[in-house]
């Protein structure tokens, strides 16, 4: 049984990231949802995996933490690379209640992203509202050619559904990841070069590849009692690395989504009524 409401571990780290990828991709999986069509998971050279933090810990200057993950011409899975979501403020997302986000991208979009370390959403990176349900047919079709479109989804409450996201920049998040490999390391190269890093053991990631190949294969599947004891352990182990490591992250910051959101909106009035008093 998936539960949309259950308790989430910090998403500062790679361990609390990959948790909640695979907590969405629980929600994708779910028979009682619409899910994405098994056509984008097929055709596309890559995904990423956004939550949005409404209250504590995350990436400086960032609405939002996830994963980034790379799909090779042989079907396989490549380790997940740490992503933040920036450009865009709190107010649109916490006032839309969103709280994960999927983006299934092209080749062109993965290379731009692997190469400059970001990619702004909406500008280098088409990027359109995703259609729902897993036997979806008609114009989904992902480009390889030289400027291709992505899709987006938006997961709130236990269902699916699209997002605007245009102007928001998709960026690495370089020493996450040399904490979790053990090493300073290119996102490109975690993405691109199979067995260039060494991923830990039971971090979670072989179930994320597993999941995916279910959504490539237009599978659905529900969590039974030993799957949701597990997803607890690996909950708590990853709280747990966050308390470890949160001295070392000086890239991490504690917000509010809720005041941040009042916060830009009171910004938005004051700068209407000098726009206003300029008029006159």
């Known amino acids: ?55 504590g810990f995350i990436f400086s200057g960032n609405v939002g933490t996830g994963v980034i993950i790379a799909r090779d011409q042989d079907g396989t899975w490549s380790p997940p ?40 959403l909406g500008g280098e990176m088409g990027l359109a509202i995703g259609p729902v349900g897993r036997e979806a047919e008609g114009q989904i079709n992902i480009s390889s050619g030289s400027v291709g479109t ?3 989804y938006s997961f709130s409450y236990g269902l699916f559904g699209g997002i605007g996201l245009e102007g928001a920049v998709l960026g690495t998040r370089a020493k996450e990841n040399a904490r979790f490999y053990g090493k300073t390391i290119e996102a490109s190269k975690i993405l691109m070069e199979a067995g260039s890093v ?20 237009g599978k659905t599947s529900e969590l039974s009692k030993t799957m949701l004891e597990k997803k607890e352990s690996m909950r708590e ?6 308390e470890e490591v949160r001295e070392e992250q000086d890239d991490v910051v504690h917000v509010d989504a809720k005041k941040e959101a009042e916060k830009e909106k009171v910004q938005d009035e004051d700068a209407k009524e000098e726009a206003e008093k300029e008029k006159v």
Not at 14 to 41: Q, S, Y
Not at 199 to 212: M, S, T
Request: charged letters at 25%; aromatic letters at 6%; hydrophobic letters at 45%.
């Open 1 to 55: 049984m998936f539960k949309s409401g259950e308790k989430r571990p910090s998403r500062t780290t790679m361990e609390g990231m990959i948790w909640n990828a695979n907590h969405v991709l629980d929600c994708a999986l779910d028979p009682k949802t619409n899910g994405v069509p098994r056509d984008l998971f097929t055709q596309c050279a890559g995904i990423v995996l956004i939550s949005v933090v409404e209250v």
């Open 81 to 120: 690379s740490a992503c933040g979501l920036g450009g865009v403020g709190f107010g649109l997302l916490f006032g839309a209640e969103v709280k994960d986000i999927l983006i299934i991208i092209d080749d062109y979009n993965l290379k731009s992203f692997a190469s400059g370390g970001q990619i702004k």
């Open 150 to 152: 992505s899709f987006a």
């Open 198 to 217: 060494e991923i830990p053991a039971g971090a979670g990631v072989e179930d994320l590849h597993r999941k995916l190949d279910l959504l490539e294969a």
């Open 237 to 242: 182990e990853a709280e747990k690395k966050a």
